[in-house]
């Protein structure tokens, strides 16, 4: 459900809204104007933020990656860099704080996700910009984690229960070498921020994960017990995890999901359970259609996010800021 407001005239700071649109009415016509803008209206916006995990800000004055940089700047949110995550995904550097979304070829659904959940180290903000829309698709879906909890513990009351108390293991493979075709392509000495075999396994340690190396030089490593279901400020549930982007988009799992999923006690997840957590964070989600200067900012763990395939000669160009 789409909700527009035309500057702050009207938040109502409700969860039913997802997302919240706000228009700039023509007041705010530079830069400098939209960091003071944003300043100034900085306790409303947070305030909307956590109410409905999202906010996109439409005709405001950006236009590029340091344009882009100065907005999200005026939120004051912490830095989380691309190079401190274990993100397997490929991406590239435009500031300090903007890189590239993932790379993965415009053919290829991104499927919805809380960003690096698969991990013990996530960002709790995730912010796009669009500079150049596709001309066909390349949509962001978005879709609420309090709504897919809250769904999910009605169709599957004892599962659900099991992953909240259990947790959850992801398993991924790391290839010897940095895979810019594929979505997951971000070799293991970049995902670790390492140079050696030595180094590798010594970060792997003090992250609790269990390893074994491929013949090939691969990395298959698997996290401890993870948090897939999480309590927030004010009791509000979240299911917050990378289930449905590993059972629909890492290779292998959808024929299977043991390879890369299981509950917290290494015991499998149902291909039934997995089928109803796919359909009802399906039946939630919003697609978020872009136009050139759109900026989004989502609260990580209020929402998950995804992209659509693209197609078309105009080179879709959506770069991301992370926040803690």
């Known amino acids: 459900m789409s909700y527009t407001s035309t500057m702050l005239e009207g938040l109502e700071y409700s969860q039913a809204h997802f997302p919240t649109v706000i228009v700039n009415d023509g007041s705010v016509g530079t830069l400098d104007q939209a960091t003071t803008w944003i300043s100034e209206n900085l306790s409303s916006l947070k305030k909307e933020l956590s109410s409905t995990g999202a906010i996109l800000f439409r005709g405001f004055p950006v236009t590029n990656a340091e344009s882009y940089d100065a907005f999200f700047s005026a939120f004051n949110y912490a830095n989380f860099t691309y190079k401190e995550s274990l993100s397997n995904a490929v991406r590239i550097n435009h500031t300090e704080l903007v890189f590239t979304a993932n790379e993965a070829p415009k053919d290829v659904e991104i499927f919805l ?19 150049n829309a596709a001309e066909k698709g390349g949509a962001t879906a978005l879709c609420r984690s309090d709504s897919v909890y809250d769904q999910l513990a009605q169709k599957e009351p004892e599962l659900t229960d099991k992953l909240e108390r259990l947790g959850i293991k992801y398993t991924t493979t790391m290839p010897k070498e940095d895979s ?19 180094q590798a396994e010594d970060k792997l340690r003090s992250l609790d994960y269990s390893w074994r190396w491929g013949e090939d030089g691969s990395l298959v490593a698997q996290t401890a017990a993870l948090p897939a279901i999480k309590t927030l400020e004010g009791g509000r549930k979240v299911f917050f995890n990378q289930i449905v982007a590993a059972y629909q988009g890492w290779k292998g799992v959808k024929e299977d999901p043991s390879c890369a999923l299981c509950f917290g006690d290494d015991s499998a997840f149902p291909v039934s359970f997995l089928e109803n957590v796919v359909s009802i964070a399906k039946s939630l989600s ?28 105009r080179k879709r160009k959506v770069l991301v800021v992370l926040g803690k």
């Open 113 to 131: 996700h809380n960003e690096m959940a698969q991990t013990p180290i996530y960002p709790s903000i995730i912010s796009l910009f669009c500079e």
């Open 180 to 198: 810019p075709e594929s979505g997951q392509g971000r070799s293991w000495r970049s995902t670790l921020g390492v140079k050696s075999v030595d």
């Open 286 to 313: 919003f697609d978020l259609e872009w136009q050139d200067g759109d900026v989004a900012i989502v609260d990580n763990h209020l929402a998950m996010h995804g992209r659509l395939p693209y197609s078309g000669e």
